[in-house]
């Protein structure tokens, strides 16, 4: 359960400024937009639904059940998560990418809140379960792990349209609002999901999303990773 700076934490794990390389991906937006998948506010809308109902909460539930585990010093598990994890996504490249930005928040947070767990999630963990153990080592529950990655993701893929889409930042702001519900609910459903086997965590697909980002790594112009 949360301690008394609690609140405060899940702000600081939440917060898109924290140098970790999220600000680098659109989360498959740039992609869908460049593909005439999303043109307008509605087609939007839809998309970052559907990425917080299918990857969304994947990642939540792997971050809550990493946070879980990382709280009763089962840092053994990771193992298996990682395992599954990879199971779920099959595209390499977002593979990579998990990867990648999993490095980039271990290092970010090796410098700005050390701990043992840290170095012992081996050379490439994916993202989420980087943030589970990361969320634990501050104090925070699984449901706020599950509710940070789930911000995390929504709130960047929204940013990354003012620089693929016009649109007014306004109105994208009131897409977010709109989810933030949803958000709340689906944090708990990972939550309660992290309390099963590795095995059962849940795997909603989203196969176009997969095939968007091993065609966008292969584009010769775009302005995010992925």
Request: net charge neutral; charged share 20%.
């Amino acid at each position: 359960m949360r301690d008394g700076g609690g609140s405060a934490a899940l702000l600081l794990l939440a917060d898109g400024r924290l140098p970790a390389g999220s600000y680098a991906h659109s989360g498959g937006l740039e992609p869908a937009v460049a593909s005439g998948r999303v043109v307008d506010m509605a087609g939007l809308e839809r998309f970052l639904i559907g990425r917080a109902e299918t990857a969304g909460l994947i990642v939540a539930a792997f971050a809550a059940a990493a946070c879980a585990c990382a709280a009763r010093d089962d840092i053994t598990a990771m193992a298996g998560l990682e395992t599954e994890l990879d199971a779920r996504i099959p595209s390499a490249e977002l593979r990579k990418v998990s990867r990648d930005l999993g490095r980039q928040l271990r290092r970010a947070m090796g410098a700005v809140h050390p701990h043992p767990h840290y170095a012992a999630l081996g050379a490439a963990p994916h993202h989420p379960v980087v943030l589970g153990v990361v969320a634990a080592a501050l104090g925070l529950d699984p449901r706020d792990a599950a509710l940070a990655i789930l911000h995390e993701n929504n709130a960047g893929a929204a940013a990354a349209a003012a620089k693929v889409m016009r649109v007014d930042p306004f109105d994208v702001h009131a897409i977010i609002a709109r989810m933030a519900g949803r958000l709340d609910q689906l944090a708990g459903i990972a939550a309660n999901a992290a309390a099963g086997p590795a095995a059962d965590l849940p795997s909603p697909g989203s196969p176009l999303a997969d095939i968007a980002a091993e065609h966008h790594r292969r584009s010769d112009v775009r302005l995010f990773a992925s």
